[in-house]
């Protein structure tokens, strides 16, 4: 089955800076690439999310990055504010299956 | 639309004891799933179903059954409960198998002693 590789696992940042969480994976047949963020004590919602036709996707200040020849992806979350402190999962999916397969996770803190 | 709603929120149970985690939707989605949530492990998957009557085993189904009678519900039961199934407990659906939102419920906070 499918294997996603979440990198770092944890990610401090100074509010207005950068931040980029990389996610592996382990299916070339993998075509759906969500992330969802998870607030502390709450449940996750879906931010962004690719299709392995496109390359790269943007709402707002986040975007997410695409290479499938590598098999990897990137969430890019530019002029960080302390609201994007939350937990940010990785996931892939393939159509030959119904299962979607999380990374384990990077908590983000922003310092103010 | 309450969309995924879980009960109950938090439970104890003593080793061996069984329960049942509800989880109903009412957005008509045919595809549901019980993930774990579990400290450095991310979401794990436990059981999906892709429609009413078909169920199918996740990553960690051991220890775990489900049933779909219906679009709405989704049941997890634990038969045997064990100590390493404390856990958060996450319900979720989409309008289609995985390659759709996953919108998930509020979550079942699971203590098993």
């Known amino acids: 089955g499918e294997n996603v590789e979440q990198h770092p696992s944890t990610l401090s940042v100074q509010e207005g800076d950068s931040a980029v969480i990389k996610c592996t994976y382990s299916d070339s047949a993998s075509n759906y690439f969500p992330w969802y963020k998870q607030e502390l004590g709450k449940r996750p919602q879906l931010i962004i999310d690719?299709?392995?036709?496109?390359g790269e996707k943007k709402d707002q200040r986040i975007a997410v990055t695409l290479n499938k020849t590598a098999k990897h992806f990137s969430l890019h979350i530019t002029e960080t504010q302390p609201e994007d402190s939350a937990v940010y999962f990785c996931?892939?999916?393939?159509?030959?299956?119904?299962?979607?397969?999380f990374g384990a996770g990077t908590t983000v803190t922003v310092r103010a | 639309n309450a969309g995924v709603t879980q009960t109950p929120k938090f439970q104890v149970l003593k080793t061996g004891q069984s329960m049942t985690l509800q989880c109903a939707q009412d957005?008509?989605?045919?595809?549901m799933s019980w993930y774990r949530q579990d400290p450095g492990m991310g979401l794990r998957l436990i059981h999906y179903s892709v429609g009413a009557g078909i169920t199918d085993q996740g990553e960690v189904p051991n220890g775990y059954n489900v049933s779909r009678s219906t679009t709405e519900d989704f049941p997890l039961r634990l038969l045997s409960a064990a100590p390493s199934q404390t856990s958060v407990y996450f319900c979720?659906?989409?309008?289609?198998?995985?390659?759709?939102?996953?919108?998930f419920g509020p979550g079942t906070r699971l203590t098993v002693t």
């Open positions: 957005m008509n989605h045919e595809y």
């Open positions: 979720a659906s989409s309008y289609r198998p995985t390659s759709y939102e996953q919108y």
């Open positions: 690719i299709r392995s036709n496109v």
């Open positions: 996931a892939a999916s393939s159509p030959n299956d119904y299962k979607l397969s």
